[in-house]
């Protein structure tokens, strides 16, 4: 969708209470600085391969001096009240989630290079995208992305800093059979719910138009 219908959505989102996340076109980190100053509070960067790339997507969302955002003056994060530059620029490196995925082979091998990083808060498998990749399309099952599975987890675990709130966090999506993935201790989510709760309220709404 146009990067301005995104922003009015997340803007909506957050008068709701809501946090909002954008995923951005592949590798157009330009896009990230327009999308966070609109109202979204996590960046999804697709197909990530290398450390150097997930920097580059840290870089463009945080403030300096982990970043390099172009400074502004106030958000509707804030109701568009003015504070401090440094505290603003402070407030929002907090507020503001990155989620790196991971949708290819070359994705999995560098996962401990890229969950190490810091800014990352979250590194997600696009398990339909990474099973076209390896040549097992849709094979959930298949010990490889079991395999491919495992090693990410074990990547995320050993970039765990004790000393850091910001642990790194595992999210697993694609792939319509759940007993293929599973079980495995890492955060998920599945979209088929979301999806089930929007038709069962189109259903509803249309349900009411009838009687």
């Given at each position: 969708?146009?990067?301005?219908t995104?922003?009015?959505?997340?803007?909506?989102?957050?008068?709701l209470?809501?946090?909002?996340?954008?995923?951005?076109?592949?590798?157009?980190?330009?896009?990230?600085?327009?999308?966070?100053?609109?109202?979204?509070?996590?960046?999804?960067?697709?197909?990530?391969?290398?450390?150097?790339?997930?920097?580059?997507?840290?870089?463009?969302?945080?403030?300096?001096?982990?970043?390099?955002?172009?400074?502004?003056?106030?958000?509707?994060h804030?109701?568009?009240?003015?504070?401090?530059?440094?505290?603003?620029?402070?407030?929002?490196?907090?507020?503001?989630?990155?989620?790196?995925?991971?949708?290819?082979?070359?994705?999995?091998?560098?996962?401990?290079?890229?969950?190490?990083?810091?800014?990352?808060?979250?590194?997600?498998?696009?398990?339909?995208?990474?099973?076209?990749?390896?040549?097992?399309?849709?094979?959930?099952?298949?010990?490889?992305?079991?395999?491919?599975?495992?090693?990410?987890?074990?990547?995320?675990?050993?970039?765990?800093?004790?000393?850091?709130?910001?642990?790194?966090?595992?999210?697993?999506?694609?792939?319509?059979?759940?007993?293929?993935?599973?079980?495995?201790?890492?955060?998920?989510?599945?979209?088929?719910?979301?999806?089930?709760?929007?038709?069962?309220?189109?259903?509803?709404?249309?349900?009411?138009?009838?009687?």
């Open positions: 969708m146009p990067i301005d995104a922003a009015l959505i997340c803007a909506a989102a957050l008068d209470g809501l946090a909002p996340f954008a995923r951005i076109p592949e590798r157009e980190y330009g896009v990230i600085g327009r999308l966070l100053d609109g109202g979204v509070l996590g960046i999804i960067a697709p197909r990530v391969e290398s450390a150097e790339e997930a920097q580059d997507i840290v870089a463009a969302c945080r403030f300096p001096p982990f970043g390099h955002r172009s400074a502004v003056a106030t958000l509707a804030f109701d568009f009240q003015k504070m401090p530059a440094a505290q603003f620029n402070r407030t929002m490196n907090e507020a503001t989630v990155v989620k790196i995925l991971l949708e290819s082979p070359r994705g999995i091998e560098n996962a401990e290079a890229i969950a190490a990083l810091p800014g990352v808060d979250i590194v997600g498998i696009g398990t339909n995208d990474l099973t076209a990749e390896m040549g097992v399309e849709g094979e959930f099952r298949h010990p490889d992305v079991r395999k491919a599975h495992e090693s990410a987890i074990a990547a995320c675990r050993r970039a765990q800093n004790p000393g850091n709130r910001r642990h790194r966090r595992l999210s697993l999506r694609g792939g319509a059979d759940p007993a293929g993935r599973g079980p495995v201790h890492v955060h998920r989510y599945r979209h088929d719910l979301l999806l089930a709760a929007a038709r069962d309220r189109v259903s509803q709404a249309l349900a009411s138009l009838k009687s």
